[in-house]
């Protein structure tokens, strides 16, 4: 069968020939891949850098995907760290880190929104005690998972979101009661951020570095009330892989620094969240903006300059026209 085929982690993946395995495990079967997502986390994979990574190669990227059983069953699958990720005509699932989609679920929509919505649905149902009507601050809302995470705390029940990012422009588009930009000048930056944060409950962070720093710093000698607990969620680093925390940050008031990811989060407490997850993004919950591409244009596709503005689906066989995607908000 074809994939797109990892042989350098140098190299984009080349589309090419790839064998299945001759034997498969107790719980696991193969399925026709309709639909795999690009995500920050599978251009990891492709170049050895994520935490999981090991020099094993050749690889195919791709760690969740929508795929067809051979008795006909739609299914949503998170696959284990493998060799045979999903961005392939076929791939082999465990069954027990799987679920059924409804049949008409929409292929595209599901790859493309599932794994950047799971990273703070799960962040605030499985590491914190969230409850409705708390407080949510989202630092780097203007990747496909931060602006999921606004719409996710919504949709749990946040009473207050603040939606903190650079991109001014897509800061507005964002359903956020408070935007603070962080291009502006940083006594401005620190200020607003005070303001926002002095009762927020929760910060789901995608950004770490030196912006966590200076959120941190800008937010903790603010708050209105410092027995007021603060949960501060460490999710995703495209801002630095390190970030100083200030002693006192931990002193002044209480806070809680959790992260929440692949091994903070069982196998079974992630699957236990999909059919919800899948539901609500079935249900047009959030919005996202997809991009189909066909599996043999990957090399092309993968050497493209990235966007955060859309999330990029590959395709193996071709599909009906869906993709679908909330509207656009005004
Ligand atoms: N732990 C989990 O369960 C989980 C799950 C999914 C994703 N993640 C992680 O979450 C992070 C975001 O993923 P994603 O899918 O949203 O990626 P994405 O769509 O590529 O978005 C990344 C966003 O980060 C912004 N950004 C980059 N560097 C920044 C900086 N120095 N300061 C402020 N903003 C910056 C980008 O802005 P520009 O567009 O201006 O460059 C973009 O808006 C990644 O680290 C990913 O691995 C974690």
């Known amino acids: 069968m074809k994939a797109a085929v990892v042989t350098s982690f140098t190299e984009p993946p080349h589309y090419q020939d790839f064998a299945l395995p001759a034997q498969l495990g107790e719980h696991e079967i193969i399925v026709e891949v309709l639909a795999a997502g690009l995500h920050p986390r599978v251009r990891a994979q492709a170049d050895g850098t994520h935490y999981t990574s090991t020099d094993q190669l050749p690889l195919v990227p791709g760690i969740d995907g929508v795929g067809r059983t051979a008795e006909g069953a739609l299914v949503y699958f998170v696959l284990p760290d493998t060799s045979l990720g999903s961005m392939a005509q076929q791939t082999v699932i465990d069954t027990r880190r799987s679920i059924e989609l409804a049949q008409d ?119 209105t009330d410092d027995a007021q607990s603060l949960a501060w969620i460490q999710v995703g680093s495209v801002a630095g892989a390190e970030a100083a925390i200030p002693a006192a940050a931990l002193r002044a008031t209480r806070l809680q620094i959790v992260g929440s990811g692949q091994g903070s989060v069982s196998t079974r407490g992630i699957v236990a969240e999909l059919s919800e997850l899948a539901k609500a993004v079935s249900g047009n919950a959030f919005m996202i ?31 009906p026209e869906q993709g679908r995607t909330r509207p656009a908000l005004a």
């Open 105 to 223: 679920a929409d292929p595209i929509q599901i790859a493309a929104a599932m794994n950047p919505a799971m990273s703070s649905w799960i962040a605030l149902r499985r590491r914190i005690s969230f409850t409705p009507g708390q407080n949510v601050l989202v630092l780097g809302a203007t990747g496909s998972a931060g602006r999921l995470a606004v719409q996710v705390a919504k949709t749990l029940g946040a009473g207050h979101v603040t939606a903190v990012g650079r991109g001014v422009d897509a800061l507005r588009l964002l359903e956020a009661d408070v935007t603070v930009a962080l291009e502006s000048d940083k006594n401005a930056v620190t200020n607003q951020l005070g303001d926002a944060a002095k009762d927020v409950d929760v910060v789901i962070d995608y950004l770490w570095g030196e912006p966590t720093h200076d959120a941190m710093s800008a937010i903790i000698p603010r708050r």
């Open 289 to 319: 903006e997809a991009r189909r591409v066909r599996l043999e244009d990957i090399e092309r596709t993968w050497t493209e300059p990235a966007t955060s503005q859309e999330r990029i689906v590959v395709v193996p066989q071709p599909l």
